[in-house]
């Protein structure tokens, strides 16, 4: 890992089952690099965009860590192979931490993110249905074929898989909202003593916004009034520090991703008591109705995912339509409030936290030979 919100998250739920965590330092990364990882990017870059400094109590590991530590947290199932086979002994000492929120696959670029290799921690939930729970038993038969098929589903479909989702130990997986450990300052503010005339510009965040799906309405985007700050993004890059200011003075958060995990935007948006408007494409491929519910706790816009994974036609026609009316919607004060504070709730209901959900975590750990 190397972005600072989400080291530190994960850190918390670690620290909670007994280990020191630590990144992977310069002399490390090159080592990753020959034997075969990809994307090894390093802290001091993710600090270049903008992010935080790392939290100083966390360490750098050295090559020679490896010949010691009791766990090593991979972020591609791709690089497992290249990792077990420099480091044999980290074979049974390995968990996969899944960035992405979408739907599990198995194809060349990515590996088989189906059949798991080694423990899974991740905020995909996906892994809390049934068929990723048990993935051998709906390798062969009708089950599996009709799930292959692309076709748009109804809101139905997605209904349905969030009667299944079991949150927390699902065999291999664990399932979670993860943590935010700096959720306190954002969940502080109290948009309402500003007022509703502070509430004009809505923003957004997101690196290359123009490759996440939704190029083709960017510049309208950005004509509606929408900050897309980011590398590469229209606006571009602004601190972190800065998110704090636009969470608590922005109309909302328009978020132009088709997928994250769950996205430390919505996040800090969220626990600020800020509006947010997000695609049903995200919400259906991450399943994350949990939180993300229209008019409830958010704005949706466009239309859901597919069963390919959620690639298919994204009717950017529906998309502008919605954020537009989205938009209209939360310049009512009212509204803007009702809608901020409802996700700000949800979220501090569902985000991991130790006195709760910390001893199925250990549990979980432990039964794979992890942890205290």
């Known amino acids: 890992m190397s972005d600072e919100p989400q080291i530190e998250s994960t850190a918390v739920m670690l620290r909670h089952a007994g280990y020191e965590v630590k990144v992977c330092g310069q002399e490390l990364r090159n080592e990753l690099v020959n034997v075969g990882f990809d994307t090894v990017i390093s802290v001091q870059h993710m600090e270049q965009l903008g992010y935080d400094k790392l939290d100083s109590s966390v360490g750098e590991a050295t090559v020679k860590d490896m010949d010691r530590c009791d766990l090593f947290v ?134 290359s916004a123009r490759a996440w799906g939704y190029g083709s309405i960017i510049d309208w985007a950005v004509e509606q009034g929408i900050q897309i700050f980011g590398n590469n993004s229209p606006a571009g890059q602004t601190p972190h520090k800065n998110v704090y200011i636009l969470a608590t003075y922005a109309k909302c958060l328009v978020h132009l991703k088709s997928v994250d995990c769950p996205g430390w935007a919505l996040y800090e948006a969220l626990l600020s008591g800020c509006p947010v408007v997000t695609g049903r494409l995200l919400n259906s491929r991450m399943l994350a109705y949990q939180l993300l519910q229209h008019e409830e706790t958010c704005y949706e816009f466009g239309v859901p995912a597919s069963l390919e994974y959620g690639r298919g036609d994204m009717d950017f026609g529906k998309c502008m339509e919605d954020i537009k009316y989205a938009l209209e919607r939360l310049s009512d004060p009212a509204e803007n409030l009702r809608i901020g504070e409802n996700g700000r709730k949800r979220l501090n209901s569902l985000m991991w936290r130790s006195d709760r959900d910390g001893d199925e975590f250990l549990k979980f750990m432990a039964r794979h030979g992890h942890g205290l």
């Open 74 to 207: 991979e972020i591609k199932v791709r690089n497992l192979a290249p990792l077990w086979n420099r480091w044999p002994r980290l074979h049974n000492k390995t968990v996969w931490w899944r960035v992405n929120g979408a739907q599990p696959e198995i194809c060349d670029k990515g590996g088989d993110e189906v059949n798991l290799l080694c423990p899974l921690i991740t905020a995909c939930f996906w892994y809390g249905i049934e068929r990723y729970r048990k993935p051998k038993e709906y390798a062969q038969g009708q089950a599996a074929q009709e799930h292959e098929i692309s076709r748009p589903v109804s809101s139905d479909y997605f209904e349905q898989l969030m009667k299944e989702i079991h949150v927390g130990d699902n065999g291999m997986a664990y399932t979670f909202w993860p943590p935010f450990p700096k959720s306190e300052k954002f969940d502080a503010v109290d948009r309402s003593k500003y007022g509703y005339k502070t509430w004009k510009t809505p923003y957004s965040l997101c690196h």
